[in-house]
Protein backbone atom coordinates (compact mmCIF):
# COMPACT_ATOMS: atom_id res chain seq x y z
CA UNK A 1 0.00 0.00 0.00
CA UNK A 2 1.13 3.44 -1.18
CA UNK A 3 0.53 6.31 1.76
CA UNK A 4 0.54 10.06 0.45
CA UNK A 5 0.00 11.50 -2.95
CA UNK A 6 0.48 8.76 -6.12
CA UNK A 7 -0.51 8.91 -9.56
CA UNK A 8 -1.14 6.18 -12.24
CA UNK A 9 -1.39 5.94 -16.18
CA UNK A 10 -1.88 2.41 -17.25
CA UNK A 11 -1.13 1.43 -14.10
CA UNK A 12 2.27 3.00 -14.51
CA UNK A 13 3.44 4.53 -11.24
CA UNK A 14 4.62 8.43 -12.13
CA UNK A 15 7.95 8.84 -10.13
CA UNK A 16 7.26 11.71 -8.31
CA UNK A 17 3.51 12.87 -8.03
CA UNK A 18 2.80 16.25 -9.74
CA UNK A 19 2.73 19.51 -7.40
CA UNK A 20 -0.75 20.48 -8.60
CA UNK A 21 -3.80 18.97 -10.88
CA UNK A 22 -6.34 20.05 -12.42
CA UNK A 23 -9.61 18.47 -13.44
CA UNK A 24 -12.33 20.20 -15.25
CA UNK A 25 -15.77 18.36 -15.58
CA UNK A 26 -17.08 21.04 -18.24
CA UNK A 27 -21.05 21.38 -19.40
CA UNK A 28 -23.47 21.44 -22.98
CA UNK A 29 -25.78 23.28 -21.23
CA UNK A 30 -27.77 25.62 -23.83
CA UNK A 31 -28.37 29.32 -22.85
CA UNK A 32 -31.82 30.25 -25.48
CA UNK A 33 -33.14 34.22 -25.81
CA UNK A 34 -36.95 34.09 -25.51
CA UNK A 35 -39.22 36.08 -27.23
CA UNK A 36 -39.82 37.69 -23.94
CA UNK A 37 -36.44 39.05 -23.72
CA UNK A 38 -35.64 37.10 -21.07
CA UNK A 39 -33.56 33.58 -21.07
CA UNK A 40 -33.43 30.03 -20.22
CA UNK A 41 -30.82 27.29 -19.53
CA UNK A 42 -31.09 23.90 -21.37
CA UNK A 43 -29.74 21.63 -19.12
CA UNK A 44 -27.52 18.53 -20.70
CA UNK A 45 -25.47 15.64 -19.87
CA UNK A 46 -21.90 17.25 -18.80
CA UNK A 47 -18.81 17.19 -21.39
CA UNK A 48 -15.85 14.76 -21.31
CA UNK A 49 -14.27 15.24 -18.00
CA UNK A 50 -10.31 16.74 -18.89
CA UNK A 51 -7.21 16.62 -17.17
CA UNK A 52 -4.15 18.62 -16.64
CA UNK A 53 -1.07 18.02 -14.78
CA UNK A 54 2.93 18.86 -15.47
CA UNK A 55 5.54 15.57 -13.67
CA UNK A 56 8.59 15.48 -13.37
CA UNK A 57 10.83 12.67 -14.37
CA UNK A 58 14.03 12.37 -12.51
CA UNK A 59 17.63 11.53 -14.21
CA UNK A 60 18.68 10.35 -10.49
CA UNK A 61 17.61 9.17 -7.11
CA UNK A 62 15.61 11.66 -4.71
CA UNK A 63 15.34 11.07 -1.11
CA UNK A 64 11.70 11.24 -2.20
CA UNK A 65 11.54 9.33 -5.40
CA UNK A 66 14.09 6.35 -4.49
CA UNK A 67 13.09 4.06 -7.18
CA UNK A 68 13.51 5.21 -10.68
CA UNK A 69 13.33 3.61 -13.89
CA UNK A 70 15.20 4.87 -16.80
CA UNK A 71 13.00 7.76 -18.53
CA UNK A 72 13.45 6.00 -22.52
CA UNK A 73 10.57 3.52 -20.43
CA UNK A 74 8.67 6.13 -19.08
CA UNK A 75 8.54 8.28 -22.36
CA UNK A 76 8.11 4.66 -25.04
CA UNK A 77 4.84 3.78 -22.63
CA UNK A 78 3.32 7.49 -23.01
CA UNK A 79 4.20 7.37 -26.48
CA UNK A 80 2.69 4.15 -26.95
CA UNK A 81 -0.60 5.17 -25.14
CA UNK A 82 -1.17 7.74 -27.72
CA UNK A 83 0.51 5.98 -31.15
CA UNK A 84 -2.12 3.44 -30.45
CA UNK A 85 -4.87 5.30 -29.90
CA UNK A 86 -5.50 3.37 -26.41
CA UNK A 87 -7.46 4.33 -23.60
CA UNK A 88 -6.43 3.60 -19.92
CA UNK A 89 -7.15 3.63 -16.13
CA UNK A 90 -5.64 6.82 -14.57
CA UNK A 91 -5.96 7.10 -10.74
CA UNK A 92 -4.90 9.48 -8.44
CA UNK A 93 -4.95 8.11 -4.82
CA UNK A 94 -4.64 10.08 -1.67
CA UNK A 95 -3.72 8.78 1.74
CA UNK A 96 -2.75 9.84 5.12
CA UNK A 97 0.62 9.67 6.72
CA UNK A 98 -1.05 6.91 8.70
CA UNK A 99 -2.42 5.38 5.48
CA UNK A 100 -5.96 6.27 6.30
CA UNK A 101 -7.89 6.77 1.97
CA UNK A 102 -9.15 10.15 1.92
CA UNK A 103 -10.24 9.89 -1.82
CA UNK A 104 -9.08 8.94 -5.19
CA UNK A 105 -9.93 9.57 -8.70
CA UNK A 106 -10.21 6.52 -11.02
CA UNK A 107 -11.35 7.85 -14.77
CA UNK A 108 -11.18 5.54 -17.85
CA UNK A 109 -9.06 8.22 -19.97
CA UNK A 110 -7.61 9.49 -23.38
CA UNK A 111 -3.99 10.65 -23.85
CA UNK A 112 -4.55 13.88 -25.98
CA UNK A 113 -1.19 15.32 -26.13
CA UNK A 114 1.50 15.52 -24.30
CA UNK A 115 5.03 17.97 -24.05
CA UNK A 116 8.27 17.69 -23.21
CA UNK A 117 10.16 20.56 -21.33
CA UNK A 118 13.69 20.70 -20.78
CA UNK A 119 15.64 23.80 -19.29
CA UNK A 120 18.67 24.33 -17.37
CA UNK A 121 17.18 25.40 -14.21
CA UNK A 122 15.85 21.84 -14.10
CA UNK A 123 19.32 20.17 -14.65
CA UNK A 124 19.06 17.15 -16.64
CA UNK A 125 15.42 16.32 -15.68
CA UNK A 126 12.50 16.04 -18.11
CA UNK A 127 9.30 18.01 -17.37
CA UNK A 128 6.21 16.64 -19.24
CA UNK A 129 2.96 17.92 -19.56
CA UNK A 130 -0.04 15.86 -19.89
CA UNK A 131 -3.74 16.48 -21.60
CA UNK A 132 -5.90 14.04 -20.64
CA UNK A 133 -9.71 13.75 -21.92
CA UNK A 134 -12.08 10.90 -20.34
CA UNK A 135 -12.79 8.04 -22.67
CA UNK A 136 -16.43 6.15 -23.18
CA UNK A 137 -16.59 3.18 -25.08
CA UNK A 138 -18.87 3.13 -28.52
CA UNK A 139 -20.06 1.53 -30.73
CA UNK A 140 -22.77 1.16 -33.82
CA UNK A 141 -25.19 -2.08 -34.90
CA UNK A 142 -27.37 -2.62 -37.61
CA UNK A 143 -31.16 -2.21 -37.95
CA UNK A 144 -33.32 -3.30 -40.68
CA UNK A 145 -35.96 0.19 -41.64
CA UNK A 146 -38.58 -0.94 -44.51
CA UNK A 147 -39.78 1.58 -46.78
CA UNK A 148 -42.31 0.26 -49.07
CA UNK A 149 -40.23 -2.40 -51.15
CA UNK A 150 -37.26 -1.77 -50.04
CA UNK A 151 -35.45 -2.16 -46.86
CA UNK A 152 -32.92 0.02 -45.26
CA UNK A 153 -30.06 -0.64 -43.03
CA UNK A 154 -29.52 2.26 -40.49
CA UNK A 155 -26.78 2.45 -38.15
CA UNK A 156 -27.58 2.51 -34.68
CA UNK A 157 -25.21 3.32 -31.37
CA UNK A 158 -25.19 0.66 -28.92
CA UNK A 159 -22.69 -0.85 -26.35
CA UNK A 160 -19.92 -2.34 -28.37
CA UNK A 161 -19.57 -5.17 -25.45
CA UNK A 162 -21.87 -8.26 -26.19
CA UNK A 163 -23.30 -10.62 -23.69
CA UNK A 164 -22.53 -14.24 -23.90
CA UNK A 165 -23.31 -16.57 -21.44
CA UNK A 166 -20.39 -18.08 -19.50
CA UNK A 167 -19.78 -19.87 -16.16
CA UNK A 168 -18.21 -17.22 -13.79
CA UNK A 169 -14.76 -18.16 -12.25
CA UNK A 170 -12.80 -17.27 -9.20
CA UNK A 171 -9.29 -15.66 -8.70
CA UNK A 172 -7.04 -15.06 -5.90
CA UNK A 173 -5.52 -11.29 -5.72
CA UNK A 174 -1.97 -11.75 -5.66
CA UNK A 175 0.55 -9.03 -4.47
CA UNK A 176 0.57 -5.93 -7.10
CA UNK A 177 -2.71 -6.82 -8.69
CA UNK A 178 -5.37 -3.78 -9.37
CA UNK A 179 -9.09 -4.47 -10.23
CA UNK A 180 -7.58 -3.10 -13.61
CA UNK A 181 -4.61 -4.74 -14.55
CA UNK A 182 -6.81 -8.29 -13.54
CA UNK A 183 -9.82 -6.53 -15.95
CA UNK A 184 -7.16 -6.40 -19.01
CA UNK A 185 -5.68 -9.83 -18.36
CA UNK A 186 -8.78 -11.43 -18.47
CA UNK A 187 -11.36 -9.61 -20.15
CA UNK A 188 -9.38 -7.50 -23.18
CA UNK A 189 -10.38 -4.12 -21.06
CA UNK A 190 -8.95 -2.40 -18.28
CA UNK A 191 -12.22 -0.43 -17.96
CA UNK A 192 -14.31 -3.77 -16.84
CA UNK A 193 -12.41 -3.31 -13.19
CA UNK A 194 -16.35 -2.09 -12.63
CA UNK A 195 -17.91 -5.67 -13.14
CA UNK A 196 -15.25 -7.32 -11.08
CA UNK A 197 -16.12 -4.19 -8.12
CA UNK A 198 -19.34 -5.00 -8.65
CA UNK A 199 -19.80 -8.59 -8.23
CA UNK A 200 -17.45 -8.61 -5.49
CA UNK A 201 -18.24 -4.97 -3.18
CA UNK A 202 -18.82 -6.78 -0.03
CA UNK A 203 -15.96 -8.91 0.10
CA UNK A 204 -13.79 -6.26 -1.18
CA UNK A 205 -15.23 -4.04 1.04
CA UNK A 206 -15.30 -6.26 4.10
CA UNK A 207 -11.61 -6.99 4.07
CA UNK A 208 -10.98 -3.17 3.53
CA UNK A 209 -12.36 -2.41 6.67
CA UNK A 210 -10.79 -5.59 8.60
CA UNK A 211 -6.98 -4.05 7.03
CA UNK A 212 -8.51 -0.62 8.68
CA UNK A 213 -9.86 1.24 6.23
CA UNK A 214 -13.01 2.83 6.13
CA UNK A 215 -13.31 1.69 2.48
CA UNK A 216 -11.59 0.35 -0.03
CA UNK A 217 -12.31 3.88 -2.18
CA UNK A 218 -14.38 2.16 -4.68
CA UNK A 219 -12.30 -1.30 -5.35
CA UNK A 220 -8.82 0.66 -5.58
CA UNK A 221 -7.49 -1.22 -2.47
CA UNK A 222 -7.34 -4.83 -2.37
CA UNK A 223 -5.25 -7.50 -0.86
CA UNK A 224 -3.76 -10.71 -1.48
CA UNK A 225 -5.15 -13.62 -0.86
CA UNK A 226 -8.66 -12.47 -1.23
CA UNK A 227 -10.93 -14.81 -3.54
CA UNK A 228 -13.13 -12.81 -6.07
CA UNK A 229 -15.36 -13.96 -8.66
CA UNK A 230 -15.10 -12.61 -12.34
CA UNK A 231 -18.23 -12.13 -13.93
CA UNK A 232 -19.03 -14.02 -17.21
CA UNK A 233 -17.38 -12.36 -20.58
Known sequence: MYNGYNFYIDGMKLPIAPPSLTITVGSKNETVDLINGGEINILKSPALIEVSFEARFPMRNYPYAPQVN???????????????????????????????????????????SFTLNEDWEEGDDVLIEFELKQYKSYGTKTVKVSNGNQVHKVPEATNT????????????????????????????????????????????????????????????WIFPGTEIVLPAK
Open 70 to 112: SFDSYYSAIKELKENKKPFIYIVSRTTPSGVVTWDTNLTMALE
Open 161 to 220: RTEQTVTQTTYVIKSGDRLYTIAQRHYGDSSRWRDIYAANKSVIEDTAKKRGLKSSSNGH
